[in-house]
């Protein structure tokens, strides 16, 4: 006599996400598989702890508990990328029979509204951490034009603006810097005008970076003034709009993990040129620029010093720039300087 189990309802919660999973790598890509892997994990780990010993066991207000449980500890939407997987993955278990028909009906997607959807919010710098690791580390990516656009704007927190304006001339890579220069008569003027000239120093890996680009992707063209600019289309230096769109592609999430809006990136229109902007988790050029500030001032860079930098006053970045609460910058205050107020020296 057979031992294969007969009943479904008799499976674990892990066991069943494994037999999920193995479904569904067949018709799709690691990186999905590997995003819906980690958002069960949390599931099964919370069903675990509950002591929900099979899946027959669950119910629609276990659902709704675990609803609750994670609306209170993730952003909404990571929630509604974790809840779109698993009604997914209820799905697939009324499919085998082993819940309930209609339970996944009952796992609640949240109703995020604009604001909360929106890419209004800055680009945090664990996610641009995570997008630069995988552009440096990816054969395909690397010092791509997207790849140095986000280096430039992460690094420098420059304004658009000042990253179209970049020649190949600007770049000092053997000292690690680059100059912004102000030159309104051949269409890239700065916005505090010859203010707003100054040199920015980079990181070696930066260099490097750009190197590589400059020699194996660069467009070799001119611009319509004949000078040679670092980001090229190619018909020469883009417009505004195009800088704009290149952010959006830029920092896309889908690039390097699974989309925490529950959507199939080989399908999905927003990863278009057209479309990148559509995006809640893309960026523009200005959410990039306020990221980096805030991150220069974490990293212990003086606000003087970032200031010059980005080519803003202090009183403007500690007033639109500068997203830590009044606790973070306390902390920030103490770890650079509250060891000399020490009479234990």
Known sequence: MSDRRRDPGELKPREAVSRYLRRRRADSTDASVKGWKYRLKQFV??????????????????????????????????LEGE?????????????IEAVDDGLADSVRIPDIDEEERSNSVSLEA????????FYRQSDVHRATRNHVFLELAWYTGARQ?????????DLQLDENYIEFRHRPETDTPLKNKSNGERPVAIPPEVSEILREYIDENRYAVHDDHQRQPLLASMNGRPATGTIRMWSYLATLPCLH??????????????????????????????????????????????????????????????????ATTELERMERRRRQYIDTLSINR
């Open 257 to 322: 993990s699974l989309c925490p809006h529950g959507r199939e990136s080989d399908t999905c229109e927003m990863t278009e040129f057209a479309h990148a902007s559509k995006c809640p988790s893309s960026r523009s050029p200005h959410k990039i620029r306020t990221g980096s500030i805030t991150w220069q001032l974490d990293s212990g860079l003086p606000p003087e010093i970032v200031a010059e930098r980005v080519n803003a006053g202090i009183d403007v970045i500690k007033k639109h720039y500068d």
């Open 161 to 169: 603006g000042g990253i179209r304006a970049l020649d190949l001339r």
């Open 126 to 133: 664990q996610d641009a951490v995570s997008i630069l690791r």
């Open 83 to 95: 809840m779109w997987t698993l009604q997914k993955f209820f799905e697939y278990l009324e499919q």
């Open 45 to 78: 780990q919370w069903a675990e702890s509950v002591s929900i010993g099979t899946v027959s066991e669950f119910r629609g207000y276990d659902l709704d508990e675990y609803f609750e449980v994670r609306s209170g500890t993730v952003a909404p939407a990571t």
